[in-house]
């Protein structure tokens, strides 16, 4: 074939093969879209959910994925308050109940269903018709068979059997009706339960008869002398026959016995007694309560006293008194220590109590190992007192206990003084509540009690250091100074004063404990007492054996008044009921009292008090009510003294008060004040 027709057929070829390749090209495009239509179809159930991502959703890595987080799901009700309180009755206030109910209920209805073959599913089925059970008539008219019914039917199957056969119908069997589907009060399980009895007795009332009587005390006291008579007969009865020749002998009774007499007559006895002392100091009692001296209208500003009971006590007879305080809520109540100034004539101590009401014999007496020389009532608790004795331990006594043992005492382990306590002094109660009191003595301490459980732990407020002659502070390596009286500021707690035996007196704070707030050259000799005035804050009073009694303001150095009574004073104490009456005792057996308002310079009584020459009056006390004094001698008698209307004017026209006796109080001072003296 020549090349050119080759050509032309291969050209041909070609041609034609593309347009077979084009077609077929076409085609399978055409099923291609068709499938690739379907398969979008399928796609759009077979294709993965995509996850859309908040924004703010943290990113984080497998091992924080694994990480579990547990949560506890609970019953309690989201909703249930946790805050009810209740009124407790036994309590007297308001609790909080603990146990809340977490129930919630979110559907809730009563029903009742009957099983229908029972005999009330049969008669409501009957009654609303929709069954065939018997009727409410039909069913009250059901008999039980009986033996009559059971020979009938004897004798009819009898017959049947006689009778031709005929071809049996069968029915379907009938099921036997389950019994106590919902009555489970018919099960085997139930027991029987006994009836109830009820049985009663009636019993005669008993008699009663009505008694009417009039009793008083001589009465009482006569019933207990024939109870106590007939128990004494008794014992006697029991005695042998050979025992007849020892009945004019006295009777000793045993301290057993004792102690159930006298807690068995001791009040009748002891209001017997005191009606008794009442008839014997009549005529003192009638001067206690209603005496006046009239002559004080004729005497000017002067007054007297006037002695009222005397009180003594054998055992305090060989002692002087050395502390004599009223008691703060009982204002016929007293305490009385005895105890010795010589060091030489050391031996035991008493205490003893005293009343208005029975002037003849102490309350209570407690006796002590060591003299005692110092005594204070509680002025909240007035059952304790708290008291210092001779050797340095100091104690405390409730009245309220019968024993003769103090409740506290401080030993050497607890850090008692070495020296004779010479005033002890209750302070209100600590940061802890605990009672506590302060004491000084001539070891140069003065230190605070705690009263702490069962014992006395005693804490040093400051060390008395004596001050040479040339003004320089109290240094390390000083002696201590004999502390011999003190007293704390009436409305500043912390702030008190301190008399020593070298005449000085210092003021000084609980705050401070090595160094004073001001020393005052107050004396020649020994401080005796130093006392804060009752109403004014800044005076104070002084007394010593140089003779001499001081009245000061304690922003001064010198003293606003300066009173020589001519002997030795024991003691020297501000008035209740007004802010210039004050008191003092002297060893010469006088009692002097002054009224700054009235007479600056000389007392308005100057009076012996004593019946023997050379007795000593060592101590003085104000009542807090009664417009008398208690006065201590050095041979242990105590004695109290009325004052005259002219030594009480304050107290008789009831115009006292605190504005007013702190201006009239610094009335006179401005009088003697001088600029110069501070």
């Known amino acids: 074939m020549p090349p050119k027709k080759l050509a032309a057929k291969v050209a041909g070829l070609t041609s034609s093969s593309t347009k077979i390749q084009s077609q077929s090209k076409v085609s399978r495009r055409g099923k291609d879209d068709d499938e690739s239509r379907m398969g979008d179809e399928d796609d759009e159930w077979m294709q993965p959910k995509i996850l859309m991502k908040p924004d703010d959703q943290l990113d984080l890595n497998a091992e924080e ?34 146990g809340v109910d977490q129930l919630a209920i979110h559907f809730s209805m009563d029903g009742n269903m009957l099983h ?5 599913g049969k008669r409501q089925l009957t009654r609303l018709g929709l069954g065939d059970g018997p009727s409410e008539q039909n069913l009250s008219e059901m008999e039980i068979p009986g033996e009559e019914d059971l020979e009938v039917e004897q004798e009819g199957e009898e017959a049947e059997k006689d009778a031709p056969k005929e071809v049996a119908v069968t029915k379907p069997p009938e099921q036997a009706a389950l019994r106590n589907q919902f009555n489970y009060s018919e099960r085997a399980s139930q027991t029987f339960n006994n009836p109830y009895r009820e049985r009663g007795t009636s019993t005669e009332p008993p008699p009663r008869t009505n008694f009417t009587a009039t009793a008083n005390q001589w009465e009482i006291y006569d019933a207990y002398v024939e109870d106590l008579e007939a128990q004494e007969k008794a014992k006697e009865k029991k005695k042998d026959k050979d025992d007849k020749d020892k009945k004019t002998k006295q009777i000793i009774i045993e301290p057993s016995t004792a102690d159930e007499v006298f807690t068995r007559i001791g009040k009748p006895a002891k209001i017997v007694e005191r009606m008794v002392n009442q008839n014997t100091h009549d005529e003192i009692a009638q001067d206690f309560k209603y005496w006046e001296d009239a002559s004080d209208e004729f005497k000017g500003n002067e007054g007297t006293l006037l002695p009222l009971w005397p009180f003594k006590s054998e055992k305090g007879k060989k002692f002087s008194v050395t502390a004599v305080v009223f008691n703060p809520i009982y204002d016929d109540m007293f305490a009385v220590a005895h105890g010795s100034y010589d060091f030489l004539k050391q031996s035991t101590g008493l205490v003893c109590i005293y009343s208005l009401k029975n002037p003849s014999f102490p309350e209570f007496t407690y006796t002590t190992d060591s003299g005692v020389m110092s005594l204070d009532f509680h002025p909240e608790h007035p059952y304790l007192i708290a008291v210092g004795f001779y050797d340095g331990a100091v104690a405390v006594y409730n009245l309220r206990e019968k024993t003769n043992t103090p409740a506290y005492i401080s030993s050497a382990k607890s850090g008692k003084h070495t020296d004779p306590v010479w005033q002890v002094y209750w302070q209100e109660n600590d940061l802890d509540n605990q009672l506590n009191f302060f004491s000084i003595s001539s070891d140069g301490r003065v230190t605070c009690w705690s009263l702490i459980k069962n014992e006395l732990q005693g804490t040093d407020i400051i060390l008395i250091r004596m001050q040479p002659d040339n003004d320089v502070d109290s240094g390390v390596g000083m002696d201590l100074a004999c502390g011999t009286c003190f007293d704390f500021h009436k409305s500043t707690d912390y702030l008190f004063l301190v008399g020593t035996e ?67 004073v024991g003691d020297v104490v501000w008035s209740p009921y007004s802010a210039t009456v004050f008191g003092a005792v002297t060893d010469d057996g006088q009692v002097h009292i002054f009224d700054l308002s009235q007479e600056k310079y000389e007392p308005l009584c100057q009076q012996s008090v004593v019946q023997k020459k050379k007795t000593k009056v060592n101590h003085l006390a104000f009542n807090q009510h009664y417009p008398i004094i208690a006065v201590g001698d050095d041979r242990g008698n105590a004695m109290t003294l009325k004052l005259s209307p002219n030594l009480r004017k304050a107290l008789r026209e009831k115009t006292y008060s605190k504005e007013n006796e702190i201006a009239k109080m610094e009335k006179l001072l401005e009088l003697v004040r001088e600029p110069s003296n501070k």
Not at 72 to 93: D, G
Not at 116 to 120: F, L, M, V
Not at 520 to 543: E, G, K, L, Q
Not at 548 to 565: G, Q
Request: proline share 4%.
């Open 116 to 120: 229908k073959e029972s005999d009330e």
């Open 502 to 568: 070298e005449g000085k007196i210092h003021k000084c704070s609980k705050h401070y404990s090595s160094q004073f707030l001001d020393t005052y050259d107050a004396h020649h000799m020994a401080v005796y007492a130093v006392r804060w005035n009752n109403f004014h804050p800044r005076v104070f009073a002084s007394c010593s054996a140089d003779w001499t009694v001081k009245v000061w303001d304690h922003n001064y150095s010198e003293p606003m008044f300066t009173f020589d009574l001519g002997s030795s």
């Open 65 to 98: 994925l694994k990480e579990e987080f547990t949560r506890i799901l609970t019953a309690n009700n989201p909703h249930a308050p946790n805050n009810i309180v209740r009124y407790s009755f036994k309590e007297c206030c308001y609790k909080m109940k603990m």
